[in-house]
């Protein structure tokens, strides 16, 4: 073979096999990227509000004064609050509320984008079933009823800036009657626990999302807030008690 046209294939050849693997590369690049988006979007939020709402349940329990907060005024009587109540006396109650309902539009969110998130299927089962885990032990002995969850959830999500609602914005809405009354049994759960109720079923709820928690990330945020929280919890310094005035 002339050893020119010999070369020239190699160089054709060489050619090709590069431009197969630039557009290999750029799709496993491609392919990364939307996974990393799809884990911002979809399992960071759910990773955080499983953190966020174990640690309030493990301080409601190490503190048991701190339980007493919860009590609330009744779920008709906080639409008559004023914005001073929800960042003084009534934030330890209104906060529990909205990190919980944080929580359940994380579910709600991974429920319905299960079929963008590209897990194996095994996992995919697996990670709705601890989810429902989560919410069956909301929902237990009448709590808060599983399509209500779903639709506080929604309610939670802002479309416009694809994240939940501002803690504000969420006492706003409890601050309107209309609104607030679909976050009533949210209201009603943490008012009971208020009154030494629903303890048992709370200690499911943290052994739940221990569980999905273990799934998400092995359990390590968890066990960084944890590992964040020592100090305070070794001294039984409780949060500081405001009065109701």
Known sequence: MDPNVASAAIGAVAAFVVAILTVI???????????????NDYLSPLRLYVEEVHYRIEDMFRFPA???LLAGPGTVEVSRQPAEWFNGHGCYFASSCYLTACLFAAMWRVRGGIPYLRL??????ELLTRILTVSHAFLDDLGIFYVIQHSIGE???DHAA??????????????????RVWFDRLLQFYMDVGKDGRLEQLRRA?????????LLDAGAAIEARKQAEQSRWKSGTPRPQLSAG
């Open 162 to 179: 694809n994240r939940v609602i501002t803690y504000r914005s969420f006492c706003e809405a409890l601050q309107d009657p209309v609104r």
């Open 120 to 125: 194996k299927r095994a996992s995919d089962t």
């Open 155 to 157: 309610q939670m999500w």
């Open 206 to 214: 943290q052994k739940a999302l221990e569980a999905l928690s273990r």
């Open 66 to 68: 701190n339980r007493t």
């Open 25 to 39: 590369l750029a799709r496993l690049s491609d392919v990364r990227t939307e996974h990393k988006k799809i884990k």
